[in-house]
């Protein structure tokens, strides 16, 4: 579990402080601010936590850190401010479980020994039987990759954030995104083109 | 420029994250090597491969609503009251079985749709279609599916006397492998519409029929949105949604049967026709 207890306690305290009248303006710009993302934060969540209720539990925390320090955010966007919160609550709590265990979970970089990817099923006309099949190939070889090249073709790909974005999320420079980016795409296309080999 | 800078260069190109003097100079590079020009279209395809797989995922209504109830609650009730009236008219008891929770994770995804809505559509056709997938959604959440439930259709018609300006048409297609499971008032665009329900094998159809106001849609429309499928016609002075879960061929089917079973003829809209 995350230390949601803890934020929650931080947050009341706060709380306690304020006027009733502010902390509903507060909450009202947050909610505009940050629900939006909701959807790209629970997508990273998913891909970094791989287990939905972990991913739940690692979106709701990153909400309550977000609007605890949402009175020094200043911009300028919100969105990779929320997704870099998301991220160190993720990694916070497999450094967590890295002390709790004698074996590693999941920051292993070698795909081969990655757990499996999770599977949904998704509502899909069967007009798109083919492409579903196709997205959900795709959904898995992208599960599939080690961590840090996980994490930048979901910023990227899914989430839609640019470079400058991304490096900040990540906590890296623009050009270690870039090599980042372009080692991963390379190896999901030669994972994809190992998979359509298979399939024929 | 080199085999090995360019790697990491036409990246960024397809990305958009070049200025104009490495632009020109990875294009340079790609219109004197087809080993590089290769794997920009393959990245390309592959991108585009990422796109149509359509990775993003929804999060649950359950999250939002916790979400939303750590945070310091403004008048909630009000708000959502205020901006659909026939809630409160019409559901007492809705109201009060869904009780906080549900109505928060309700009203947050409905503040979430229209603030997703106001940056990125501005088309009010695109604006109803999200609402209708907001209502079917609604509805699946535990309790919310009927509010007069049964297979009957002589009394999910005369139930919705009263209730709204028209009569919806309630048709019977058990024969045709759709049970109705019952009707319900929803609420699309802040305007009260009836919610006749069917269901085949796992599958909720929800069939949102309401009067056809001057400034509605007249054209019909088929598309999917968030993963429903959506299929819209108009007749009879009336607008008819059929949403669902279920695969496009088998909800045009069911549109087919409603509006067989309909009184009276009408041109049916180009997806509906068999081929």
């Not at chain 1, 850190?65 to 916070?92: E, Q, T």
């Not at chain 1, 989430?159 to 995104?177: C, K, Q, W």
Request: one cysteine or more; a negative charge; aromatic letters at 6%.
């Amino acid at each position: 579990m995350l230390a949601r207890t803890q934020h929650a306690a931080l947050w009341t305290a706060e709380h306690g402080i304020m006027s009733a009248g502010d902390d509903v303006e507060r909450a009202r710009r947050f909610r505009e601010a940050a629900l939006p993302h909701l959807d790209d934060a629970y997508t990273l969540a998913r891909y970094l936590m791989r287990d939905k209720a972990d991913a739940d539990d690692a979106v709701q925390e990153c909400y309550l850190r977000a609007l605890h320090h949402f009175d020094s955010y200043r911009g300028p966007a919100m969105k990779p401010w929320l997704l870099a919160i998301l991220r160190n609550v993720c990694n916070a709590e497999f450094a967590r479980r890295a002390t709790q265990q004698t074996a590693p979970v999941s920051v292993d970089e070698d795909p081969a020994t990655e757990e499996r990817v999770w599977h949904e099923p998704q509502p899909s006309p069967e007009s798109e039987l083919i492409r579903y099949r196709d997205g959900e190939t795709i959904r898995q070889l992208v599960a599939a990759l080690p961590p840090i090249f996980r994490e930048v073709i979901v910023l990227r790909e899914i989430n839609s954030l640019s470079y400058r974005d991304i490096a900040e999320v990540a906590g890296v420079p623009v050009g270690t995104v870039m090599s980042r980016l372009a080692r991963a795409r390379s190896m999901l296309r030669a994972a994809w083109n190992a998979e359509q080999g298979r399939a024929t | 420029m080199n085999c090995s800078e360019a790697e990491i260069l036409i990246h960024a190109l397809l990305d958009g994250e070049l200025d104009a003097g490495h632009m020109r100079d990875v294009e340079g590079h790609l219109a004197g090597c087809a080993e590089c020009s290769k794997k920009l279209a393959a990245f390309r395809g592959m991108r585009r491969a990422i796109t149509e797989a359509n990775l993003k995922e929804t999060a649950p209504l359950s999250l939002r609503g916790r979400i939303e109830q750590s945070l310091p609650a403004p008048a909630r009730e009000e708000t959502f009251a205020a901006k659909a009236p026939h809630f409160g008219t019409f559901r007492p008891s809705r109201r009060s079985f869904a009780g906080g929770f549900a109505t928060g994770a309700i009203l947050s995804a409905a503040v979430a749709a229209t603030l997703a809505l106001g940056v990125f559509r501005s088309d009010q056709d695109q604006l109803i279609t999200a609402e209708v997938v907001s209502a079917h959604l609604r509805s699946l959440q535990p309790g919310h599916l009927t509010d007069v439930e049964t297979s009957d259709q002589h009394t999910v018609k005369p139930w919705f006397n009263g209730k709204l300006d028209v009569a919806p048409p309630v048709v019977d297609l058990a024969a045709q492998g759709f049970m109705l499971v019952g009707g319900r008032l929803d609420d699309i665009n802040d305007e009260a519409v009836a919610a006749i329900v069917y269901r085949r094998r796992n599958h909720v159809v929800n069939l949102f029929i309401a009067q056809q106001a001057g400034g509605g849609r007249r054209s019909s429309l088929s598309e999917s949105h968030r993963g429903f499928n959506i299929r819209y016609w108009s007749e009879g002075g009336l607008g008819f949604w059929a949403v669902s879960d279920l695969n496009g061929a088998e909800l045009d089917e069911f549109c087919q049967n409603v509006r067989a079973s309909l009184p009276g003829p009408s041109a049916a809209p180009d997806w509906l026709r068999r081929p």
